[in-house]
């Protein structure tokens, strides 16, 4: 039951998370848990920082500016799901992170109780797959932002480089995780749908009302999605057509992708590169090398306690940092004295370390209102990945 509407439940997010790792972890599993798992067991990307509670279209926070004047505007999505986007506006993302921090969780701790929930959190996951190819006319494969959930996940037509990596990459290391026969190869018949998909449209997906243009487009954490899709397409099914597209998209990250500009590019960027260390090791020399470049380009944007500065905001992105780290040290061991993570970590003691954005560098500017009052459910799953990964 959750317990947001209750003393308690305000207590447990609006209070000091713990005077140490091992209890912060403790609290942060219970805030998702309790706050941010929908009637599917499907996973909020935010809620209301005042309520508590998802937005609604009556909250002040979601009216300061008219729909017409959003960046959401032309959004392929229904109009009436247009004011409380944010609910769901990186589900997709944060499910991946939630799942792949359960299967952390439990690999360390051998805990009965945890690998049930990654199961029954995959199972969500496995709906909203579902849903779409059953009443979605782009058909199985692809994966909306589901702007209401799960039930009304066909309606929308917004996706996402982001949020396709995320949920793949822990579907795929799902596969790896379980036991179960059926679930390998539920696993195997979505992760081969992601690449069908992608590779039918020839990599053009919607932005916001606008077309993106997958072969020309110069953004690395699209670029190196799809490299990834296409080489793990490639190992499961044997295209070669597959990896030719993956070797398209490698030699245009070299060529033509340009330095992470976010810190979620960068979070993205390198946790796709470092499976395309795995699925295409004879390219590993590459990928390292744009791996190495885009983390230590972090400093033309971030600070080392996670606030980052870029679009004119001030946004908080440790936890994502921190999760960022685990796969640089892996590759990178002599990187281990870029950030101390048990003090980052240990810092992200309180609820203003996960709320999107912390200010803007106009005080009149109203882009994006509803950003901050958004509490991230993708933070505390990066904060808790952080941790069991390391």
Do not use: Q
């Given at each position: 039951?959750?317990?947001?509407?209750?003393?308690?439940?305000?207590?447990?997010?609006?209070?000091?998370?713990?005077?140490?790792?091992?209890?912060?972890?403790?609290?942060?599993?219970?805030?998702?848990?309790?706050?941010?798992?929908?009637?599917?067991?499907?996973?909020y990307a935010c809620i209301n920082s005042r309520t508590l509670e998802p937005f609604r279209d009556s909250d002040p926070e979601v009216n300061q500016k008219p729909i017409h004047e959003s960046w959401v505007a032309n959004g392929s999505f229904p109009y009436d799901l247009k004011r409380t986007f944010h609910n769901y506006e990186d589900s997709d993302m944060a499910a991946g992170d939630y799942l792949m921090a359960l299967m952390s969780r439990q690999a360390a701790t051998k805990d009965a109780a945890t690998a049930n929930k990654a199961r029954a959190f995959f199972r969500a996951m496995v709906k909203l797959?579902?849903?779409?190819?059953?009443?979605?006319?782009?058909?199985?494969?692809?994966?909306?932002k589901p702007y209401s959930g799960i039930d009304r996940a066909h309606e929308s037509f917004e996706t996402s480089a982001d949020q396709y990596f995320k949920f793949t990459v822990s579907i795929e290391k799902y596969g790896a995780w379980t036991t179960?026969?059926?679930?390998?190869?539920?696993?195997?018949?979505?992760?081969?749908?992601?690449?069908?998909?992608?590779?039918d449209r020839d990599f053009v997906t919607s932005y916001?009302?606008?077309p993106s243009w997958g072969r020309l487009i110069h953004l690395m954490h699209y670029l190196g999605y799809f490299a990834y899709i296409m080489a793990l397409g490639y190992r499961l099914a044997g295209n070669d057509h597959y990896r030719q597209e993956a070797l398209f998209f490698r030699d245009r990250m070299m060529a033509q992708g340009?330095?992470?500009?976010?810190?979620?590019?960068?979070?993205l960027v390198?946790?796709?590169?470092?499976?395309?260390?795995?699925?295409?090791?004879?390219?590993?020399?590459?990928?390292?090398?744009?791996?190495?470049?885009?983390?230590?380009?972090?400093?033309?944007?971030?600070?080392?306690?996670?606030?980052?500065?870029?679009?004119?905001?001030?946004?908080?992105?440790?936890?994502?940092?921190?999760?960022?780290?685990?796969?640089?040290?892996?590759?990178?061991?002599?990187?281990?004295?870029?950030?101390?993570?048990?003090t980052l970590l240990s810092k992200h003691n309180r609820l203003e370390h996960f709320i999107l954005q912390i200010g803007a560098d106009d005080p009149k500017d109203m882009t994006y209102p509803e950003c901050r009052y958004s509490i991230v459910s993708q933070y505390y799953a990066c904060w808790l990945r952080a941790h069991w990964e390391s």
């Open positions: 039951m959750r317990a947001m509407n209750t003393p308690e439940g305000n207590g447990i997010i609006r209070a000091d998370y713990g005077a140490s790792v091992p209890e912060i972890e403790a609290t942060l599993r219970r805030i998702i848990e309790e706050f941010f798992l929908d009637k599917d067991g499907f996973i797959y579902d849903t779409v190819a059953e009443k979605s006319p782009y058909g199985a494969g692809f994966l909306p179960d026969p059926e679930e390998k190869a539920k696993t195997r018949e979505m992760l081969l749908a992601f690449a069908r998909w992608m590779d916001m009302g606008d340009s330095r992470s500009p976010s810190p979620n590019s960068l979070n390198v946790e796709i590169l470092d499976r395309l260390v795995d699925l295409m090791p004879e390219h590993k020399e590459d990928w390292l090398e744009l791996m190495a470049r885009d983390w230590d380009n972090r400093h033309a944007y971030v600070n080392d306690d996670g606030v980052a500065h870029f679009s004119g905001y001030t946004w908080n992105c440790g936890a994502r940092m921190a999760s960022t780290y685990n796969t640089i040290v892996k590759h990178f061991p002599e990187k281990k004295g870029d950030l101390d993570l048990t």
